[in-house]
């Protein structure tokens, strides 16, 4: 059974920093793709940031220039940092990750930026 352990998140004012991190659990196989999607009240799941086994990243426009993505293959393990963070930025932010072609998702943390 994969399980994704999420950690991170929480408030944060605007313009401050977040770091997220995920850890694929119990997996015999390969993680070809890890990433982090976000989804807040009212609108559909987007995506943030991910980067495959090989090295290639893909970062969604809302976040673009302000988020970095890092991966540890040994551990299958990634880090999202969040930079100038917004009141827009809040959202539940889930991490996904993709084995054997099959999608798993995490349970999400919250993110909320405020003064």
């Known amino acids: 059974q994969v399980q994704l352990v999420e950690s991170g998140g929480g408030l944060v004012q605007p313009g401050g920093s977040l770091r997220l991190s995920c850890a694929a659990s119990?997996?015999?196989?390969?993680?070809?793709?890890m990433g982090w999607y976000r989804q807040a009240a009212g609108r559909q799941r987007e995506l943030v940031a991910q980067?495959?086994?090989?090295?290639?990243?893909n970062y969604g426009y809302s976040m673009l220039g302000r988020v970095t993505i890092s991966r540890d293959n040994t551990k299958n393990v990634i880090d999202l940092r969040m930079n100038s963070l917004r009141p827009e930025d809040t959202a539940v932010y889930y991490c996904k990750a993709v084995i054997l072609g099959v999608e798993h998702w995490g349970q999400g943390t919250q993110v909320t930026i405020s003064s």
């Open positions: 119990e997996t015999n196989h390969e993680v070809l793709l």
């Open positions: 980067v495959s086994r090989d090295e290639v990243y």
